[in-house]
């Protein structure tokens, strides 16, 4: 197996099984996410966040006069 001493840093899924053979094999080494999983969960967290802070449902609530915008 070649050992690659300048690796710094490396992108990676989020499986436990590629972060524990880029632990055994360079300890050192920063490890982050890949691209594709990164803004995947961003937009899963910015998803959760539009459906708690913004209802599904708006309601307008009645008026009992009528402005002369409704008239036109």
Known sequence: MKIFHNLE???????ITYASAATNSHPDIIQISDRFHLIKGL???ICKYIIREFPARVEIPLTKSITDEMKV
Do not use: L, P, Q, Y
């Not at 840093?9 to 499986?15: E, K, L, M, N, P």
């Open 43 to 45: 937009s899963e967290v």
């Open 9 to 15: 840093v490396i992108s990676r899924d989020g499986a």
